[in-house]
């Protein structure tokens, strides 16, 4: 298993379980009568009128796949050589920044807004700043890993406009490459307090046909605190591809698989997560259910629906797409649980069925 | 030489010359009558009447009075250590923040003012928050690269305290080391448009016997924009350290080091730069001074590799001579290339 550890992801967000400095209340946003933020209260407004999104944001992952029949074939093929290794290119793995990834747009962020600019401030200690000073966008600006961006306000929604990226970042974390020419346009709408709603849309031809985008919802982080999460271990070190896995695979008998067929449920980042294991041309198939799982390490490649095949390392022992799969066994070979192994450490799931 | 280049700096801030879109006027300062920004004019205020902050601003590197005198010895030992090394696990070295480094303190910066709170955004994509709407420092915040702060307003001087510190960052580029106990006091003073003054002060009871202290000077980026400088390689690769280097060490006959001695002067991106040559016991030192701060050191003992190469804490330095030896120019050999500086007195 020596290969697969080492390109288990490395970074783990962690929380300090019940930090009294966390729980502080946020000054100065409305509450109900027992004391709770009033997230349905109406948005506050600067002093412009404008609304303002100051305030830190939390949102769930961004699963952005882009479909890949609009990718241009460059594009594809590259995705599924970083696939082949497991993604070890990927910017934030390798401790630099994410620039316009998907993914960036989800997470922990904390908003400041003067009337001349917007700093959008991330938990990997990265940010960007939007100009609403009422310039253009420049025709040519030097390549960045975050960009160019102006925004204006058409009623109340926030609309940025950003080129000027270099191209050394991804656009998704499957492994989506784009050119310099990309522009992305965002338009940010805070309904009440408690709510963002920020549309995405990546328009660059050089990489992929049409214009393609995503969603992004954020709920105000009220009476907490943003907690760094920095890349301090880059990828680098990582060793082993999915074609190494497949080239010191074993061979189990069909019976022996047949007995790992079966539900396996337990709990990964403080959530359940139910695994169903299944058979399919002499093949055990690994299929997380219920839930989106955001990618990289562990999870399909750009195709959502493609099998996460495990290859036998040995009897009990499979590999999936950068994890590792342990069956324990009772005295009769029949699994009694599936042990999901990360570098974060080994995770227990116990057979339903 | 192959070592020693190595070992050498891989962050090198770039700015395009000439850069039409750098070129933008800053809207909203005031100006003269030749539309040049005013920089003297008063400082700008916010609503409620303190100074505002706001703006891009740039300072040359803060050159910190190191006392080993007032390093506890697991201080002292800890820059030893990390000079032999080359400095090579210097946060911004490995990509990683730098967290309280006194340098960070200087350079690019955008900073931001609301009436809540101050973000400081570094040419490096980091950046701090420090709050402003009245909380008291946490007692025990988590510990972070980027510390808790809290300000206020002391007439027109902004207080910042800063506690909740890791302990992986440097508090200077020679390699003192901190504790997680450290606390950060600065002093922002915006006397004009133009100008902003810093004074910074660490205690840190564990790692320094009293606290210390030092001045950043900032002046604003008026009429251009701020470029990223980002680290995209880690330090994790150099080789090599001073004392290999000090093994490898020839002989090179006194009267032959005496024709070295002396004055060379040039540029280092795009900065003047003079490197001083003395003779002391025997051994070149060289005295690298210049607009920006000297990565590694001002002070450089260059050990011999031949008879014009030599080593110099990281830096490669070959002198060019005449055909009766004496020198005429001090190459540096960085990474970026060599860098020649013609001998002046």
């Excluded at chain 1, 290859?311 to 999936?320: A, D, K, N, R, Y």
């Excluded at chain 2, 090179?252 to 070295?260: F, K, N, Q």
């Excluded at chain 2, 190469?309 to 540096?332: C, W």
């Amino acid at each position: 298993m020596r290969l697969f550890l080492a390109a288990l992801v490395l970074m783990v967000g962690t929380i300090p379980a019940g930090a009294q400095w966390l729980d502080r209340k946020t000054p100065g946003i409305p509450r109900t009568p027992d004391g709770k933020p009033n997230l349905t209260a109406p948005a506050p407004r600067g002093p412009d009128g404008k609304p303002d999104l100051a305030g830190v944001w939390n949102a769930p992952a961004v699963v952005a796949r882009p479909d890949p029949a609009n990718l241009q074939p460059w594009v594809l093929d590259l995705a599924r050589q970083h696939q082949q290794e497991y993604y070890k290119a990927r910017p934030y793995y390798q401790c630099r920044p994410s620039g316009p990834e998907a993914e960036r747009f989800g997470g922990w962020k904390r908003i400041l807004q003067t009337p001349a600019a917007i700093a959008i401030l991330n938990d990997d200690l990265t940010y960007r700043v939007i100009h609403t000073d009422g310039r253009e966008l420049e025709a040519n600006p030097a390549p960045s890993w975050t960009g160019y961006s102006v925004g204006r306000w058409d009623g109340d929604t926030l609309v940025v406009s950003s080129t000027g990226f270099n191209d050394k970042t991804w656009v998704s974390r499957y492994g989506v490459s784009h050119t310099g020419a990309l522009r992305i346009t965002e338009r940010y709408r805070r309904t009440d307090l408690g709510h963002l709603h920020v549309e995405v849309a990546f328009t660059d031809p050089g990489a992929s046909a049409k214009p393609w985008g995503f969603t992004v919802d954020m709920r105000l982080a009220a009476d907490t605190e943003m907690l760094e999460a920095v890349c301090e271990k880059s990828s680098e070190q990582w060793a082993g591809s999915l074609s190494d896995a497949a080239s010191v695979a074993v061979s189990v008998p069909p019976d022996v698989l047949a007995r790992y067929v079966g539900v396996y449920s337990g709990i990964y980042g403080g959530n359940k997560r139910t695994y169903d294991v299944t058979l399919s041309g002499g093949q055990l198939i690994a299929t997380i259910v219920g839930e989106a799982v955001e990618g990289g390490l562990g999870a399909a490649g750009l195709d959502e629906g493609a099998p996460r095949p495990l290859v036998p390392l040995s009897q009990t022992v499979f590999e999936g797409l950068g994890l590792g799969y342990q069956f324990m066994v009772d005295d009769k070979g029949v699994a009694t649980n599936l042990v999901v192994i990360h570098i974060s450490g080994p995770y227990n799931y116990s057979r339903q069925r | 030489m192959r070592l020693l280049i190595a070992a050498l700096t891989l962050i090198v801030g770039t700015m395009p010359a000439g850069a039409q879109w750098l070129d933008r006027p800053t809207p909203g300062i005031p100006r003269t009558a030749d539309g040049k920004p005013n920089l003297t004019a008063p400082a700008p205020r916010g609503p409620d009447g303190t100074p505002d902050l706001t703006g891009v601003w740039n300072g040359p590197t803060p050159e910190p009075r190191l006392d080993p005198a007032n390093e506890k010895p697991w201080v002292n030992d800890l820059v030893r250590q990390r000079q032999q090394d080359y400095h090579k696990t210097r946060p911004s070295y490995q990509c990683r923040p730098s967290g309280p480094e006194a340098d960070r303190f200087a350079g690019w910066k955008r900073i931001l003012q609301t009436s809540t709170a101050i973000a400081i955004l570094n040419d490096d994509l980091t950046y701090r928050v420090i709050f402003m709407d009245g909380r008291e420092l946490e007692a025990n915040p988590a510990p972070s690269w980027m510390g808790y702060s809290v300000g206020h307003w002391d007439g027109d001087t902004l207080i910042v305290d800063s506690v909740g510190f890791n302990d992986k960052t440097w508090l200077s580029r020679y390699g003192q080391a901190h504790t997680e106990a450290l606390r950060v006091t600065e002093r922002y003073r915006r006397p004009d448009v133009g100008h902003l003054q810093v004074e910074v002060t660490f205690t840190d009871p564990a790692a320094f016997m009293k606290p210390w202290s030092f001045r950043a000077d900032m002046a604003l980026a008026a009429d251009t924009n701020m470029l990223e400088s980002i680290c995209e390689r880690s330090s994790d690769h150099w080789t090599g350290t001073l004392s290999e280097a000090a093994s490898r060490a020839v002989t090179v006959a006194p009267e032959v080091l005496a024709r070295y001695v002396g004055v060379y002067s040039g540029f280092y991106l795009g900065r003047p730069r003079t490197v001083e040559v003395t003779l002391s016991g025997g051994q070149l030192i060289a005295r690298v001074t210049g607009a920006a701060g000297v990565d590694g050191g001002e002070i450089r003992p260059l050990v011999p590799q031949s008879e014009t190469v030599f080593e110099g804490a990281g830096l490669g330095y070959q002198f060019i001579v005449d055909d009766t030896g004496a020198a005429t120019d001090l190459v540096q050999i960085n990474i970026t290339g060599p860098y020649r500086f013609p001998r002046q007195r």
